[in-house]
């Protein structure tokens, strides 16, 4: 592994990336090919529209009721995984996350970690805590073992190198595993990968995984997978560690099954995965396999920030299927990467404001023509374009105005220009008078516009009034105003 | 570890922030089970749901075999011997498996799961050919089999060898997910491991290419037992 890898690369830098990722045809022509086959699978599994609106009411109501009892699910939650004798810890930011791993991974003298797919751990940069420290953490999942032999993140929450193609994935294991001939033919490819990393589930002294819903009422821990890294890494190796986000837990088992089933329609076009596993504790008295110590790691990481305003508390709804950026304009262009976020996309848009504060995200929240795709398609219904405009407002807010719950980086993207522009726009656009006052003035000054207008105009000819208004034209057509 | 302080301060952030709790669900799940009550296998007979796994499990590269109590050993032994299964684990403590193993013939090594999995770990992962699971039941509509490891038949059986035998009961197929967790009452109580199987391992990783056999069995033959009475008028 590089000292540096690319996941340092700042959300901040947002702009640049995006000009990089338009020019680069070979990486437009894969994300189209992949958008289309990701929206198609998706629209079969929905023959009835009744039936989907219907379904995403019910997730809507079971996450909101979820967020609504909160704090007291997680004491639920965490009284329930006691009682099987799984350890509970919690942790508030990334660094106390991979702390507390590395607390556990140190005890038991272990030196590797495999890992099934957990976009938790990506977003506290786990590998790179680990590797620092000397523990060798290996991504399980296929897209997430191409994606760190390759030295890059995840560019899709489900799809991790939905990015690469076949001929790049050929040369990567050409390089990088030992004895594999370049190929292209996927099914190659795969055995390859599973060879490769078969040692690896027997060897670790960990399994990590994450967590795709859980149950207070029994304590479960829901993973949804295809390919059963997720059960060889969390079933094999005598610890299993997993990593969620405080949001992940509901009220009962029962509740699950909707979510289960929008999840998997919505991300891969599946009516249910391969594997479905659920997780109630460690190894019990008598049991032959499965680990012997477990731990859950219940993640803050912004999470309360976003959970603080009643608006933007509809953000943790979420049950990271993907179906937003799946239907993205924007993501379908400049791919998962350009973002700079673990969580690419409009949730990425969303959630990353929290995660990392406006400051680094400020640009990210305008990157939207606010379509409403995502809106459309999302399971749980939340409100993408409105919290992407309340973000956008956030981040114009004056950063020394006092509001009751002020979001990290507030008046990132603060500017006394504009807020003046806007300030006289509004008051012209309130009083009549000022309004005709302003509307004579334009239209007689209007050779004076300047040719340069900031932003607008690096890819646009410049706005100049018209010679006429149109209420100067509907009066002479003799219409009123 | 964490202290309390990290756990006083997530929660109170929270409380400060939640609205009043609404704790009884009762109207929710109210609505899911009306959601599901006109579920298109609800009605179905018991044939009829197995035809429907049958088809969808075939559909995901799911060899299924339909037989009856008295011929599917022979004829599942047959199979496995022309796949060349050499080692097989099995818990021959199961009526299931016992049938099975009386009609194996001597080429095919039934091994016990009569040791911790630390404790032969790696020949578990290189040695052993196939797993015979008995599943609780299935369940028609997504093609699934509910699998609950247990002491005699551990979750790796089902896991780690290149192939993987179920043998599932006409009888026990339910309609849906939701109706398999309500009929066994999962809220009332979940094993250390229940696990939901409906295919071979899988992958769409490489380029949305579908690949079978990502990390776990290549392969699942799937044995459903016609036990069912009403039906055979």
Redesign the interface.
């Known amino acids: 592994m590089n000292a540096r890898p690319m996941q340092f690369v700042s959300p901040a830098d947002f702009r640049e990336r995006v000009s990089g990722a338009l020019r680069n045809q070979a990486l437009r022509t ?1 994300m189209r ?2 958008m289309d ?2 929206q198609t699978k998706r629209s079969t599994q929905f023959p009835d529209a009744d039936e989907l609106e ?2 995403r009411d ?1 997730g809507e ?2 996450r909101q ?1 979820a967020l ?5 699910l ?2 639920q939650f965490e009284a329930s995984l006691q009682s099987l004798g799984v350890h509970v ?4 930011t990334a660094d ?1 996350a991979n702390a ?1 791993i590395h ?1 556990i991974a140190q005890r038991r003298g272990a030196r590797s970690i495999v890992k099934g797919k957990s976009m938790a751990s990506e977003e506290v940069e786990l590998n790179h805590y680990m590797s620092e420290r000397g523990i060798d953490c290996v991504e ?4 997430e073992y ?1 994606v760190q032999l390759a030295d890059e993140k995840p560019s899709h929450i489900v ?4 990015h ?3 001929a790049d ?1 050929g040369a990567l294991f050409e390089r990088h595993l030992p004895g594999t001939p370049f190929t292209e033919d ?2 190659t ?3 390859a ?2 060879r490769a ?3 690896k ?2 060897d670790a002294d960990i399994g990590l995984s994450g967590v795709n819903f859980a149950a207070a ?2 304590g ?1 821990l829901w993973l949804v997978e ?4 997720g ?2 890494s969390t ?2 190796p ?1 610890v299993h560690i997993a990593l969620m986000g ?1 949001e992940k837990v509901v ?5 699950i ?2 979510l ?2 929008l999840l998997t329609r919505s991300a ?1 076009g599946q ?14 008295a ?5 680990p012997r110590e477990m731990h859950v790691v ?1 993640l ?1 990481n912004g999470r ?1 920030q976003a ?4 608006q933007l ?1 509809a953000t943790l709804q979420c049950i990271r299927c993907g179906a937003c950026m799946n239907h993205c304009p924007v993501y379908e262009r400049v791919g998962g990467h350009a973002y700079g976020t673990t969580y690419p996309g409009p949730i990425g848009k969303i959630i990353s404001p929290h995660l990392l504060g406006l400051g680094e995200t400020a640009d990210l929240v305008t990157a939207s023509s606010l379509c409403g795709a995502c809106a459309e398609v999302c399971p749980v219904r939340i409100p993408i374009p409105s919290l992407l405009v309340r973000l956008r407002t956030e981040a114009n807010r004056d950063p020394a105005q006092q509001v009751d ?1 002020p979001l990290r980086g507030q008046g990132a993207s603060f500017s006394r220009g504009e807020r003046l522009v806007w300030r006289f726009w509004s008051g012209a656009f309130a009083r009549p008078s000022a309004y005709r006052w302003f509307r004579w003035l334009a239209t007689r000054l209007r050779a004076f516009t300047p040719s340069s207008q900031l932003g607008w105009t690096r890819h646009r000819t410049p706005l100049v009034p018209a010679r006429r208004s149109l209420s100067d034209l509907l009066r002479e057509r003799g219409q009123a105003e | ?2 202290g309390m302080g ?2 006083e ?3 109170g ?7 009043v ?3 009884d ?1 009762r109207e ?2 109210a ?2 089970n009306q ?2 009550a006109h579920g298109v296998l609800r009605t179905a007979s018991a044939t009829q749901r197995a035809d429907e796994m049958e088809r ?1 499990m075939t559909s ?1 590269r799911t060899e299924v075999l339909r037989s009856d109590a008295a011929s599917w050993p022979a004829l599942l032994a047959d199979k496995l011997v022309q796949a060349g299964v050499q080692r097989i684990l099995l818990d021959a403590a199961t009526a299931e498996g016992a049938a099975l193993n009386t009609v194996l013939p001597a080429g095919v090594q039934i091994l016990p ?1 009569s ?4 404790a032969w ?2 020949a578990l ?1 290189s040695t052993v050919d196939a797993g015979f699971t008995v599943a609780r039941s299935g369940i028609a ?4 089999l509910v699998l609950a ?3 005699g038949t ?3 059986v089902s ?2 060898p290149p192939l993987h035998v179920a043998l599932v009961y006409a009888s026990t197929l339910h309609a849906d ?2 109706a398999a ?2 009929a066994e009452r ?2 009332a ?21 579908l ?1 079978y ?5 290549r392969a699942l033959w799937v044995v459903v037992v016609d036990d069912v009475v009403e039906d055979q008028a």
């Open positions: 894969s090919g992949a086959f990701l219907q379904l019910l109501a079971i009721h609504a009892n909160l704090p007291d997680l004491v810890h919690w942790a508030s106390e507390i607390g399980s999942d296929m897209g191409i799809m991790p190198a939905l690469k193609t076949r994935i996927v099914d490819l795969i055995l990968g599973r990393l078969r040692q589930f027997a009422d029994t479960t295809n390919e059963g890294n059960r060889l079933t094999v005598d405080v009220a009962r088992l029962e509740h099954v909707p289960a089933s891969t009516a249910i995965t391969t594997y479905f596993n659920l997780i109630t504790g460690p190894r019990r008598g049991e032959m396999d499965g219940l803050d309360t959970y603080a305003d009643q508390r719950q | 570890m964490s990290t756990r301060r997530i929660l952030a929270l409380r400060a922030a939640a609205p709790p609404t704790p669900s929710l799940e609505r899911i959601h599901h969808v995901v799961f040791q911790p999995l630390e770990k790696d992962f509509a997504t093609g699934t490891p247990d002491a551990p979750r790796t896991l780690v997910l939701h967790m309500h999962w809220g109580g979940m094993p250390a491991n229940l696990v939901l199987v409906s295919g071979p391992s899988k992958t769409s990783d490489i380029q949305q290419t690949a056999g990502a990390h776990g069995p």
